[in-house]
């Protein structure tokens, strides 16, 4: 196959789900069901208009000191920038807690000769999400976990920071689908 027609090809495909996609959504409002999506992957009920966040705790047997304010303000901020809903302290149409269960660094990769690679940084939390919108769609103690691979010759403290941020993104991006990813 030629670069044209493999170009070619990707545009026809490109409109095919575009147009299949328009099909299901037109349906969808002509037979009275109500939609909202937006461009980041979720689907909000257009009845709640309010999310909260509560802290969560470092309850892991190994604790890093930021790990709870990183992910309670990752969350938080993702909600804030992708969803049209509003903030409140408690009570949130779509409301999150929990906690962090599970903090390990452990041996991902070995050498030949027994010796370490690379070693893994394990983050695992335990989330309770009530939507009050819909009940059915709410959830109690569901585990999410993530992790990063760091070089075995680094020390976890040089590089936890970093290790930190990259998980702590995916634990959102998985929480927020969980809650809002429900079509």
């Keep these: 196959m030629t670069i044209t027609q493999n170009r070619d090809m990707r545009l026809y495909n490109r409109i095919l789900v575009i147009i299949t996609a328009t099909i ?18 979720g689907s909000i009920p257009p009845e709640a208009k309010t999310f909260s966040v509560a802290y969560f705790p470092n309850n892991a047997p190994m604790v890093a000191p930021t790990l709870s304010n990183v992910l309670t303000e990752g969350l938080r901020d993702k909600f804030s920038r992708q969803t049209r809903l509003q903030q409140v302290e408690d009570g949130g149409d779509f409301a999150f807690e929990g906690e962090i269960v599970g903090y390990t660094s452990t041996t991902s990769s070995v050498s030949s000769g027994d010796y370490a690679l690379q070693n893994r940084l394990t983050i695992t939390v335990r989330v309770n999400f009530q939507n009050a919108v819909d009940q059915t769609l709410s959830f109690n103690n569901k585990t999410f976990s993530s992790y990063a691979d760091y070089d075995a010759s680094q020390l976890l403290i040089d590089v936890q920071d970093q290790l930190i941020e990259e998980i702590v993104q995916a634990l959102v991006n998985d929480i927020y689908m969980a809650a809002a990813g429900n079509w």
């Design 24 to 41: 299901i959504a037109l349906l969808a409002v002509s037979c009275g069901y109500k939609v909202t999506y937006n461009l980041s992957g």
